[in-house]
């Protein structure tokens, strides 16, 4: 069983950085004469980024009960692939221009929260993704050790 959580207070610091230009706008008098429907949408922005700064502040990776699980903040963005599936997990870098967040790249589905290391993993139908993470090769040998036992014959698969 394998399970870490990589946290980002960049990005927190960024998204709650942005929260605060519709209230500092607000608050500043910038848009007195704008219209109630104006003001309703800076304090919604507001809000979204707040949200934002919370559920994207960290991404949670798991490898249990022949699953690989991984989630941002509280679990509101979750993906779960069974083990079996995965063919390759391998150590990787990604470019700077793939940034963070959850996005496609050339390379297959990026989850990131911070830094430039991930693994890359491969599924069997040659589904690829990138799981951002500050332990690539700790994670890499996790999932395909996991991924062997879980194939029939090897130990704990169907």
Known sequence: ?????????????????????????????????????????????????????????????????????????PGIVKKTVPLSTIVSAEPTTTSILNGWGIHLTGRGWLYNVAGRQAVLVIQQDGKRFLLGTDEPDGLAQVIIAGAQNSRPGTGEGP
Not at 34 to 62: C, E, K, Q, Y
């Open 1 to 73: 069983m394998y399970s870490h959580t990589q946290h980002s207070a960049a990005g927190c610091f960024l998204f709650s950085l942005a929260a605060l230009i519709p209230v500092g706008l607000l608050l500043g008098g910038a848009i007195n004469g704008a219209n109630v429907g104006a003001r309703i949408t800076m304090l919604a922005a507001t809000v979204v980024m707040m949200l934002s700064a919370f559920a994207f502040s960290s991404l949670t990776i798991a490898v249990r009960d022949g699953q690989l699980s991984w989630w941002f903040g």
